[in-house]
């Protein structure tokens, strides 16, 4: 049996395994990716792309492929709530509500000072096959890398690394691979299971049903809204009545394919039933004669969980490997995506042998509070539209008549009726927890070895998690500021190459151009450093407003973005301070005290 041997393997190429595989291929490490499937999947799944997803894309040249395809900002920076898209009944057709989600209309603003990238909306069904281009394109593009139609049949972890099997699926062909490291990107199917890592947190609370159809739905929505809610007595309340998504390729009202959401019981037989499902569709969307062809129907289980460790050994968690959590707010395929870029750079410093082994121990610390945290926000944002349902007064399970009574009084022209529209508003409101969630997006921190404090206080987060307060802080995202070098207009962001440090001084920092120089040939890292007012200028003005740094101080920054240790002065050995820093990061000496 032929052997192959790389430093890392990946199994699964879903959005975090071909992620990984292109970060990875930027980064020259060599890897091989192997999913059992022969096509990328044929499921909508998620579809929102946040900011941080594409400024992080960008870094890597593979934003614009996506822009190119997907929603413009214009088309689904919005939401809207709807008592029934048809109908000819006396609440059918009602708008209650809408607002700016997701970086449109009025929130455009923020999120263009605070990144060089906008959000993007594209399904999965649509973006994978676009990252397994991009994958193989990396890779060289022969197929050596990328192996689509291969499943790894068993493996195992040995002092040595890993050795695996597998099977070409199509040559019916099998071969061993050894690497020294594995990335589970494979959904939790078979490594979890195998490792025997607890899931932690509550599953199985909703069965939901999501339908992929096609459909002229123009008649019936607008142009700008990503997702159509639908609250009606028939349905009960939001997720039962159903929450309807365009799918493009057309991004305006005329898109040719739709999702359709609701929940079930998970007890209710009728979960399963295909043939109820078109009916039940009808039913709600209040359009009996609807003309549309089923491409597909989805189960799903709502579950809030994520795994105890990330790291096991040689094998490393990530995506729905290591957390799974409810669609709300966006942060499954996004904080998928996130692992990837966290944990990429570190298997090529390790694979390299800039760094210890220990720095791979940072990936769990740093990405498993963040997949906690954001299982926990989605799962509170789901649970909100309960308390929305409830403003509005529909109770689950009541009769349908007094649910009908309950909308009577919300629309009646009265003064109680006008009560209650006004505080149903303040209500819903709330829920931009969910679709205000810039700080969620590009906020979050890391608390680790490969981070060195400096002994100042975290900044207090919104708690609606939406106003992002950019900081140096060390463990959390460098702030965008536009730069000119050379005549180029740059984002800070733009210093990270894949694979680069970045030493950022003030203008006094000279000496910190020169340490930089000197540790890089040292240690053999590659360092990007300027001096902001020296080589580089601040155009705007807005390294001024969230640099935090005095004339004679520097930020260290990762390749993945995150700044990893500061100063406010020029110590007297600058080359000493760096390589003690970086010895800190890198896993090859304790991290120095504030």
């Known amino acids: 049996m032929r052997e192959v041997e790389v430093p890392v393997l990946i199994m699964g190429g879903g959005g975090c395994g071909m992620s990984a595989s292109s970060f990875l291929s930027e980064m020259g490490v060599e890897h091989l990716l192997v999913e059992r499937h022969s096509e990328t999947s044929h499921l909508p799944k998620a579809h929102y792309l946040n900011q941080r997803t594409m400024e992080i894309f960008r870094g890597f040249g593979m934003a614009d492929p996506i822009y190119e395809v997907g929603a413009p900002l214009e088309n689904f920076g919005h939401i809207r709530w709807v008592t029934s898209l048809g109908g000819d009944g006396p609440y059918d057709r009602r708008d209650f509500h809408e607002f700016d989600a997701f970086g449109g209309g009025v929130l455009k603003a923020p999120y263009e000072k605070d990144g060089p990238a906008l959000p993007s909306n594209l399904p999965q069904i649509r973006l994978e096959p676009l990252l397994r281009k991009m994958a193989e394109e990396r890779s060289g593009g022969r197929g050596e890398v990328v192996k689509f139609g291969h499943e790894i049949v068993e493996w195992e972890d040995t002092d040595a690394g890993i050795v695996a099997t597998v099977l070409d699926r199509a040559a019916d062909e099998r071969f061993i691979v050894r690497a020294r490291y594995m990335i589970a990107a494979d959904g939790g199917k078979t490594v979890v299971p195998k490792l025997g890592t607890p899931m932690l947190g509550p599953t199985g609370m909703l069965e939901m049903v999501s339908t992929h159809f096609k459909a002229d739905l123009s008649e019936y929505v607008d142009d700008k809204s990503m997702i159509t809610w639908s609250i009606n007595p028939e349905g009960e309340g939001s997720w039962s009545s159903g929450a309807l998504v365009k799918m493009g390729p057309t991004w305006d009202r005329h898109s040719e394919e739709w999702v359709i959401h609701f929940a079930f019981r998970p007890d209710d037989p009728a979960r399963f039933d295909e043939a109820a499902i078109v009916p039940r569709m009808r039913e709600l969307l209040k359009i009996p004669d609807l003309d549309l062809e089923v491409l597909k129907v989805s189960h799903w289980i709502l579950d809030r969980i994520h795994a105890e460790k990330f790291r096991i050994g040689n094998v490393f968690l990530a995506g729905d490997s290591a957390h799974r959590q409810p669609p709300t707010t966006g942060l499954g395929l996004n904080g998928a995506i996130h692992d990837a870029h966290n944990l990429c750079w570190k298997l090529a410093e390790v694979v390299s042998g800039r760094a210890d082994d220990s720095l791979l121990d940072t990936y769990e610390a740093e990405r498993l509070p963040v997949g906690a945290d954001n299982a926990d926000w989605a ?142 040939d040292e240690l053999g890292v590659k360092i990007d450093a300027v001096t902001i007012g020296g080589t580089v200028s601040d155009v705007d003005g807005q390294w001024a407003e969230v640099g935090g740094l005095e004339p004679g101080g520097a930020v260290l920054v990762r390749p993945d973005q995150h700044t990893a240790w500061r100063t406010q002065e020029v110590p007297t050995d600058p080359a000493a301070a760096l390589r003690t820093a970086f010895d800190a990061v890198l896993g090859k000496a304790a991290v120095p005290s504030a």
């Open 379 to 520: 799962l509170s944002a789901f649970t909100n539209f309960a308390v929305i349902d409830v403003a509005m007064g529909l109770m689950p399970g009541a009769p349908k008549e007094q649910n009908m009574a309950a909308f009577a009084a919300f629309f009646a022209d009265t003064r109680l009726g006008a009560s209650i529209r006004g505080r149903f508003a303040e209500v819903i409101n709330t829920q931009r927890v969910e679709f205000h969630a810039h700080e969620i997006e590009i906020g979050y921190n890391y608390d680790s070895a490969a981070v060195v404090p400096d002994g100042t206080d975290m900044p207090v987060r919104d708690p609606f998690g939406s106003v992002y307060k950019p900081t140096t802080r060390p463990g959390h995202r460098l702030p965008h500021a536009w730069i000119e070098r050379d005549g180029r207009r740059l984002s800070t962001h733009d210093l990270i190459t894949p694979g680069t440090f970045a030493l950022i001084a003030g203008a006094d920092g000279a000496e910190w151009l020169k340490a930089a120089s000197a540790v890089a």
